[in-house]
């Protein structure tokens, strides 16, 4: 073989591994990302749930005061009698 020939070989090998080893980075990240999605998703829910939550329990502590003032209401109305 000729020495040109035998050094475009080794090149090309040399090429082929540095492109193999790129693209198995990138296949990394690729897999990286997408659980960092699929954690950012996750992340979404939960908040949503804990909206959901932290509204009921506005709505409660509406209720809850309501009932306060109309036990002191009762209180009032029963001391003036």
Known sequence: MEAETKDF???V???I???RSEFGQITDVSSIV??????????YELIY???EQVDE???EIKA????QLLQIKEGLVKKTH
């Open 9 to 11: 070989i080794e090149n």
């Open 13 to 15: 090998d040399s090429w």
């Open 17 to 19: 591994k540095q492109i």
């Open 34 to 43: 997408e659980e960092n999605v699929d954690n950012v998703q996750h992340n």
């Open 49 to 51: 749930e804990l909206k």
């Open 57 to 59: 329990l506005k709505a």
């Open 64 to 67: 809850l005061k309501l009932m």
